[in-house]
């Protein structure tokens, strides 16, 4: 039952006034809570269950939460800074997008939503370092220059059954190795892939495709390109179901870079390209030799000027680095660019016209995909607003031609902070919180024993 009034007697609703709609629509079909979804600044899907009766009363101001868990390590340890203990740890709001509504099947009963973080001490602003809210600032920035930006992620991860004898109590859902490409129950016995296809094309997720990847136990699943956030949006609510689906299967599902130390790492690797008002491909030319248009180009080269302090964004854990270390990862070693070269920083897929992009393969599957579009799409603006021109393309295996990446989380973390294009574009608060958030979780290792150490030096010394 619809029960809202015609659009010919008012003018249109408010969000307010959709989110009290959508809650009675959701009740009339049986939904009784209501799952709002945030991201922190790690990709993690933070949130609250509402029962869906309940909903209107969030629809103006939001769902109130304590601000400190938006500058708060994996470990719990929040920083002490003025958007937590120094200012008497005050409240955020995550304001409810009513245009973000899922249904998991999985989940009977249960509907999803995504909010943004906003600020009741800045008036209802955006929070400086919301993630949703920093990509959305990028697409705005884009959009007021007659430019759309479209993205597509590619997310790998693993499936892990709890075994108490193994490392950590977990072992790879499948413990040979493939090679990747192979299909069907006789290397899938639960057949998980089917049913994560399956339950996240029913969310609406976009997904294209799946494979096992090369190692045992390693997945990826391809969802189709749309509009740079609503991208985003898919590729959170992707990596928050498939955890979900594999919790329900009494698994695990991990998108860290480099689960095991003998495996194959996990990657993002996120296409782009940039449209018109009417959605005609921008990157393309057929006039050119190699069919991509000037705007490409300097969107490309803008992606390699600020390749270093993009690493710290697209790989932002002390693991990352461990997964672009392994020799035969084809993870980039440089800032490059090559046509179908998947040893390359930027790939540019062998499609043409209406298919013309950019793939970065740099990203970690840990990566929160609203801040790697977001730093992505602000390194491609200062390319396209300076009329940067990339070096010549590598071609063959010389994928170690090039400006040097950053071969250390900290060295990243360094380079984020020395950009000053990248921080004037993102906000100067968001590198601040982003990197000593980051330097913390660093110090913490820096401290840790790990399983190697005392493997090798315990025995001898």
Same mark, same amino acid.
């Given at each position: 039952?619809?029960?809202?009034?015609?659009?010919?007697?008012?003018?249109?609703?408010?969000?307010?006034?959709?989110?009290?709609?959508?809650?009675?629509?959701?009740?009339?079909?049986?939904?009784?809570?209501?799952?709002?979804?945030?991201?922190?600044?790690?990709?993690?899907?933070?949130?609250?269950?509402?029962?869906?009766?309940?909903?209107?009363?969030?629809?103006?101001?939001?769902?109130?939460?304590?601000?400190?868990?938006?500058?708060?390590?994996?470990?719990?340890?929040?920083?002490?800074?003025?958007?937590?203990?120094?200012?008497?740890?005050p409240?955020a709001?995550?304001?409810?997008?009513?245009?973000?509504?899922?249904?998991?099947?999985?989940?009977?009963?249960?509907?999803?939503?995504? /909010?943004?973080?906003?600020?009741?001490?800045?008036?209802?602003?955006?929070?400086?370092?919301?993630?949703?809210?920093?990509?959305?600032?990028q697409?705005?920035?884009?959009t007021?220059?007659?430019?759309?930006?479209?993205?597509?992620?590619?997310?790998?991860?693993?499936?892990?059954?709890?075994?108490?004898?193994a490392?950590?109590?977990?072992?790879?859902?499948?413990?040979?190795?493939?090679?990747?490409?192979?299909?069907?129950?006789?290397?899938?016995?639960?057949?998980?892939?089917?049913?994560?296809?399956?339950?996240?094309?029913?969310?609406?997720?976009?997904?294209?495709a799946?494979?096992?990847?090369?190692?045992?136990?390693?997945?990826?699943?391809?969802?189709?390109?749309?509009? /740079?956030?609503?991208?985003?949006?898919?590729?959170?609510?992707?990596?928050?179901?498939?955890?979900?689906?594999? /919790?329900r299967?009494?698994?695990?599902?991990?998108?860290?870079?480099?689960?095991?130390?003998?495996?194959?790492?996990?990657?993002?690797?996120?296409?782009?390209?940039?449209?018109? /008002?009417?959605?005609?491909?921008?990157?393309?030319d057929?006039?050119?030799?190699?069919g991509?248009s000037?705007?490409?180009?300097?969107?490309?080269a803008?992606?390699?000027?600020?390749?270093?302090?993009?690493?710290?964004?697209?790989n932002?854990?002390?693991?990352a680095?461990?997964?672009?270390?392994?020799?035969?990862?084809?993870?980039?070693?440089?800032?490059n660019?090559?046509?179908?070269n998947?040893?390359?920083?930027a790939?540019?897929?062998?499609?043409?016209?209406?298919?013309?992009?950019?793939?970065?393969?740099?990203?970690?599957?840990?990566?929160?995909?609203?801040?790697?579009?977001?730093?992505?799409?602000?390194?491609?603006?200062d390319?396209?607003?300076?009329?940067?021109?990339?070096?010549?393309?590598?071609?063959?295996?010389?994928?170690?031609?090039?400006?040097?990446?950053?071969?250390?989380?900290?060295?990243?973390?360094?380079?984020?902070?020395?950009?000053?294009?990248?921080?004037e574009?993102?906000?100067?608060?968001?590198?601040?919180?982003?990197?000593?958030?980051?330097?913390?979780?660093?110090?913490?290792?820096?401290?840790?024993?790990?399983?190697?150490?005392?493997?090798?030096?315990?025995?001898?010394?």
């Open positions: 039952m619809d029960r809202r009034p015609p659009v010919s007697d008012r003018t249109p609703p408010s969000s307010a006034e959709r989110i009290t709609y959508l809650a009675a629509e959701l009740s009339d079909r049986g939904i009784d809570l209501v799952r709002v979804l945030w991201s922190d600044l790690h990709g993690v899907a933070r949130g609250k269950e509402i029962p869906t009766d309940e909903l209107p009363r969030f629809a103006d101001h939001g769902v109130a939460f304590c601000q400190a868990l938006m500058v708060t390590d994996l470990a719990g340890n929040p920083l002490h800074v003025p958007e937590s203990a120094g200012s008497g740890w409240d709001d995550a304001r409810i997008d009513p245009d973000t509504l899922a249904l998991p099947g999985y989940a009977p009963g249960i509907a999803y939503l995504l /909010a943004e973080v906003t600020d009741p001490a800045a008036h209802g602003a955006p929070l400086r370092f919301d993630p949703r809210s920093l990509l959305r600032g697409v705005d920035r884009l007021t220059r007659g430019l759309h930006p479209v993205a597509a992620p590619e997310l790998e991860f693993y499936l892990l059954r709890e075994d108490r004898t490392p950590h109590g977990w072992r790879r859902y499948l413990e040979r190795d493939t090679a990747g490409y192979v299909v069907g129950t006789a290397y899938d016995p639960d057949d998980m892939l089917p049913l994560l296809i399956r339950e996240c094309r029913a969310l609406g997720l976009g997904v294209l799946g494979i096992q990847e090369f190692s045992g136990g390693q997945y990826e699943i391809n969802q189709g390109h749309g509009p /740079a956030l609503a991208a985003a949006d898919k590729a959170f609510l992707f990596k928050y179901a498939v955890k979900e689906i594999a /919790a299967n009494g698994m695990r599902a991990t998108f860290m870079g480099k689960p095991f130390a003998d495996r194959s790492g996990s990657g993002n690797h996120v296409h782009l390209s940039l449209t018109d /008002a009417q959605g005609r491909n921008l990157f393309a057929d006039t050119a030799a190699d991509l000037p705007l490409a180009k300097a969107f490309l803008g992606l390699l000027e600020h390749a270093p302090a993009l690493m710290a964004v697209l932002p854990t002390v693991n680095y461990k997964r672009l270390a392994a020799s035969g990862s084809l993870a980039p070693t440089a800032a660019w090559g046509y179908d998947r040893l390359a920083y790939r540019i897929p062998p499609e043409r016209g209406p298919g013309a992009r950019v793939e970065v393969r740099i990203g970690d599957g840990a990566g929160n995909p609203y801040l790697t579009i977001a730093a992505l799409l602000a390194a491609g603006l390319g396209v607003e300076n009329g940067l021109v990339p070096p010549p393309p590598i071609s063959g295996d010389r994928g170690d031609e090039g400006a040097p990446l950053p071969t250390s989380f900290g060295e990243a973390l360094t380079a984020l902070e020395q950009d000053k294009v990248l921080g574009a993102l906000g100067d608060r968001f590198v601040q919180v982003f990197t000593e958030l980051k330097r913390m979780e660093l110090a913490r290792f820096a401290q840790a024993v790990t399983d190697w150490e005392f493997n090798e030096y315990s025995w001898m010394l």
